[in-house]
């Protein structure tokens, strides 16, 4: 057996072949490492995605109350997808979830404070490697004066 390895063994110790070897083993690395890197990038923008469109939701149910339509919580986590959808956050629809709630406590004497809470599953890149990607859960009140 180690008479019909020999020659394998000896074309090994050419430096083309030994080149070829580091290669093969450090290019795995190296190509898992930047998928790694791309898809901490893919979730730093998923997450400044659903954390600047919630802010545009505040900003637009703080509007609506001061302009004297009171719009139900159904209606402010409509408009949550909708705008996490459209340009420029582009967030995909089936991976996107919010909830609106009153808060349990209201922390501002004159305000009603509404709990605006957006979920994105984030699109994993490395499944091959039984590697999921987490779910982004941003929360933030929203103070409406009365």
């Known amino acids: 057996m180690m008479a ?5 063994f000896r074309r090994l110790n050419e430096p083309r072949a030994a080149v070829t070897v580091e290669f093969a083993l ?10 790694g890197v791309l898809q901490v990038g893919i979730g730093m923008q998923a997450y400044n995605a ?11 149910t703080m509007v609506q109350y001061e302009s004297g339509n009171k719009i139900s919580n159904s209606q402010i986590r409509a408009y949550a ?14 991976r996107l979830n919010a909830q ?14 509404i709990t605006l809470t957006i979920t994105y599953r984030l699109p994993s890149l490395i499944t091959v490697l039984d590697i999921y990607s987490p779910n982004i859960t941003y929360s933030r009140p929203i103070f409406i004066l009365q």
């Open 50 to 60: 659903i954390r600047n469109a919630s802010a545009d939701v505040a900003r637009y």
């Open 4 to 8: 019909r390895l020999a020659p394998f």
């Open 26 to 35: 450090l290019s795995t690395l190296f190509f898992a490492m930047m998928l």
């Open 100 to 113: 609106v709630q009153d808060a349990s406590t209201q922390r501002v004497t004159g305000a009603k404070e």
């Open 81 to 94: 997808i909708s705008t996490a959808k459209s340009t420029p956050y582009l967030l995909e629809n089936a």
